[in-house]
């Protein structure tokens, strides 16, 4: 159908109910068309959909639904990597005008945006401040935002992804990613992360972790993620930093044939390491009682037919 056809029919004449749904779901399709690609059309193929707005959640969710028990190939779940907050636009279309279910879970991963911080107006400077009230209903009103039908919507418990995880039970990995992160981002293009680089990297978060010991937990996750921040709140490592975490995960988890070192993890495919069934059940069990990484836990059982 062509632009022309289409705005015939969204102007056609009907109740101003009906009118507002066409024409909304008109602009839905209009967007699709500017910006469905082949990695976003993998949508329309799958038996359950995971939606997220960057490449930090694209990487590192298959690793954790893979430690959980969900591989997510076998439960024939697509991530949609949206590159946005434009979920609206892409979930539209798995709604259908009557308000039935197309029976296709669809899991929409968020950040509740809720900076735990305060900026002095004089000085400019950044001031802790966890926020919790603000965060819960930020999230609240969040997944009720993205929730309708078959969508549901799936919001960080705090501030952000990265924040979540620095809050939680692998916040020791995720500091020591962070390193490898900024090792990596500050290397040569044919320098690799090489096992001098990943012991002065883990180092690093091992001093800072003894000088942030007396801290809260959420401080110190604050401050384990502001590395990864510029001066204006960007990041240019959350890409990086996403990779190695999940390398350090499936490395934590297999088994390592002698005289393997750890600046192979990025490879670790190619060597088709077997997995440490005893070491994988214990993460698994980590990872699904954290109360700052229920919310991805959960958006993956969703999105592969369970009930959450």
Known sequence: ???????????????????????????????LQRFLDSTKANLFFAKGIIMVEGDAENILIPVIADILGYPLEKYGVSIVNVGSTAFLRYSGIMVREDGHTIG??????????????????????????????????????????????????????????????AMSS?????????HYGMKILNAREYISLTSD???????????????????????????????????DGKSSLKAIV????????CWKISVKPSGLTQEKMF???????????????????????DQFLSYIVNAIKYAAGETV
């Open 197 to 231: 680089k990943i012991t002065e990297a883990n180092q690093a978060a091992e001093e800072e972790a003894r000088q942030w010991h007396n801290l809260p937990q959420a401080e110190t996750a604050y401050k384990i993620y502001g590395l990864m921040l510029n001066e």
């Open 242 to 249: 996403a990779q190695c975490l999940a390398s350090i995960l």
């Open 104 to 165: 296709i879970p669809v899991s929409v991963i968020t950040d509740c945006d809720v900076r735990p911080y305060d900026v002095d107006p004089v000085t400019k400077e950044r001031k802790f401040n966890e926020k919790i009230t603000e965060s819960v209903q930020s999230e609240k009103e969040k997944n009720e935002k993205y929730t309708n039908g078959s969508v549901h919507g799936f919001t960080s418990p705090r501030w952000t992804l990265e924040y979540c995880i």
């Open 170 to 178: 692998l916040s020791e990995d995720f500091h020591k990613a962070v």
């Open 267 to 289: 490879d670790l495919d190619l060597y088709g390491l077997k997995t440490d069934e005893q070491k994988k059940s214990e993460l698994k069990s980590k990872i699904e009682r």
């Open 1 to 31: 159908m062509g632009l022309k056809q289409r705005q015939e029919v969204s102007l056609f004449p009907a109740g101003d109910r009906e009118k507002q749904s066409r024409q909304k779901k008109d602009r839905h399709y209009l967007f």
